[in-house]
């Protein structure tokens, strides 16, 4: 069964931090790729940062380098999302997304499986 499950979303200042969850089953988190992105209103989603969970190897586009990280708990299925050092251009709607694993690492990568998302607002 799979399953998505996003949670840490809210609102802070300029210049703050948040963690994202996204608790899934273990079918989902077993050896995938799992994702977040994002998307702010009136445009497309983008990707943020992805890990492939078998083997803790991680991806990030380059608006978030340095200011992202993303992780994993196997003890709990659960991948995070430290943002720290945030902008009001971070502001958007944050998805969990899963599967496929190949191509997880680079490049195009199209997940077939979303949660429902959690929204971040980043205020000045």
């Known amino acids: 069964q799979v399953q998505l499950v996003e949670s840490g979303g809210g609102s802070v200042q300029t210049g703050g931090s948040l963690r994202l969850s996204c608790a899934a089953s273990?079918?989902?988190?077993?050896?995938?790729?799992i994702a977040w992105l994002r998307q702010r209103p009136g445009e497309e989603r983008e990707g943020v940062a992805r890990i492939y969970t078998g083997g803790e190897y991680t991806y990030y586009a380059d608006s978030v380098k340095g200011r992202f990280t993303i992780s994993q708990d196997n003890a709990k299925n659960t991948v995070y999302l430290q943002m720290n050092s945030l902008k009001p251009e971070d502001t958007a709607m944050y998805y969990c997304a899963a599967d496929p694993p190949h191509g997880c690492l680079g490049g195009d990568w199209y997940p077939n499986y979303w949660g429902q998302g959690t929204q971040v607002t980043v205020y000045s």
């Open positions: 273990a079918y989902t988190y077993s050896s995938n790729c």
